[in-house]
């Protein structure tokens, strides 16, 4: 199965799963504003924060509280620390859940899903970038092991950047999962 089967595949099933919250394929962020970049995200669940000064934090917050969308959550950021794993090379420190889930108040959805198969490490750092902002959480799904291997050097890239000092971009709200994950968590 490609990638791009993968997402036809998963999204109906991230849809029933987050109880038939909106979820889109190939999701632009800032449709018809021709003057701004406009990043585009695999996979996104609303709502959607479209309307200029008026977020949807209120609504996310609620959302939160569902115990199903909860459950699916604190499933999907297990998956993420035991795949951050604790190797002594590792500068990624790793919130609690509850910092997580309220990192990105002024999201443009509540889930930007990323799907990762043979990009470039350059454009998987876009990725990560455009769906920790985008999402109230953003999630990289790893295609394979490579890809896995790939996000964990840039996020601990990233963390090093912070530790040193250096301007770095938060990921704080940045899970990243294998597509095996993705599917148990949709089952």
């Known amino acids: 199965m490609t990638a791009k089967q993968y997402q036809e595949f998963i999204l109906p099933r991230i849809a029933i799963k987050l109880n038939n919250l909106e979820t889109l394929s190939e999701w632009s962020a800032f449709r018809g504003m021709s003057y701004q970049y406009s990043p585009r995200v695999d996979l996104a669940v609303g709502p959607f924060s479209i309307t200029p000064n008026r977020n949807q934090t209120e609504e996310y917050n609620r959302i939160l509280q569902n115990e199903t969308i909860d ?59 455009n769906a920790a902002s985008l999402g109230r959480i953003g999630i990289g799904i790893a295609y394979n092991e490579s890809v896995k291997r790939t996000f964990l050097r840039i996020l601990n890239y990233l963390a090093f950047l912070k530790r040193v000092e250096k301007n770095t971009y938060d990921t704080t709200n940045f899970l990243i999962l294998t597509k095996e994950q993705l599917e148990t968590l949709t089952e």
């Not at 950021?77 to 604790?86: A, K, P, R």
């Open 71 to 129: 459950r699916f959550l604190r499933k999907a950021y297990d998956y993420h620390v035991e795949n951050v794993g604790e190797e002594w090379l590792n500068e990624i420190t790793i919130p609690e859940f509850d910092i997580l889930k309220h990192k990105n108040q002024n999201a443009r959805c509540f889930l930007a899903i990323e799907i990762e198969n043979t990009s470039t490490k350059k454009h998987i750092m876009g990725s990560m970038v």
